[in-house]
């Protein structure tokens, strides 16, 4: 499995979906096709913005009501496209959904979920959105049996600037080990003081099938506990980001957690523009050279947060 950002079909692979981080609204184009995502964000650095899954193996494509997806003999890569109304309810019937194909479909993991809706940060009848989305997601889950410390997937939940409510998945067959931070209390562990449902997310999963070994690495940020660190400071929040993704490498099992991998795709959600020439300067320092970064704008979903990000690294390199 790759992922990339150039437009070329590297040889012998075989499209499971795109992502258009830099459309300007959603499509309502049939998807009849690979599986296809556009979401409205600001790209700052990386090339045009569009992340292109591919694999070795023979793919076929299907529609199930709102979810479009490509699936090989290990692999089901989907999008599922709600709308973003009410935020729980619509987090609740993606997901219900999301599960229920994937059962269907014969795939027992959720490896990897991003999800993307606007006015992340914004209350909805007193319950801020992101709240909100995490109370149907948690709900969808805990009711199609998941258990928190096995089955969670990583995930990723930014804030677009408008449009619906956009979940890319990857779920697959193979060894699923879900790896927490030693720094960090794992999020299904919050306490409530961050929302009346703590978010249904691992903090890195590891998926090895056929010849392939990949760490999926959750949107990670500047928290350590439970708690923000560096309020207000854009390249403290960086280095504490850093330091908690070598943790996670090391908990994962990389031979040299502190290289951060080799070929890794990484994306790097940023609050605020003005906070990106800094950023980009720390990173071009603390991630390896042989980095792919996508450098995205959006809204992280604690206020309190100007930077997250994550990654897809291969272990048979780390
Ligand atoms: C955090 O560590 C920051 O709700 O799916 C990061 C990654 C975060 C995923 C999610 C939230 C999610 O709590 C926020």
Redesign the pocket.
Known sequence: MICQTGLHTPSGQHLLGIIDHGAEGDTDAPCNGPPMASIAMNIMGGGGGREIWYTDQEVSYGIAGEICYAQSDNLLFGVAHYPANEIAQDAYQAYRNIIRLTRRAGVTQLIRAW?YFPNINGDQADLERYRRF?LGRYEALADAGFSLAEDLPA???VGSRHGDLWIIFLAGNGAARQVENPL?TS?FRYPPTYGPRS?S?CRAKRFVYGQEDYLFV????S?RGHETVYPGDPIGQCATTVDNLRALLAQAGADNPHQLGTEATWKVYIRNTDDFRAIKAFLDQALDPTSHILYLCGD???KA?LV?IEGVIDMRQS
């Open positions: 999800n995490c995930a990723s939940a960090q999020a978010p997310f959750s949107g990670t940020a928290i992280i979903c604690r947060l997250e």
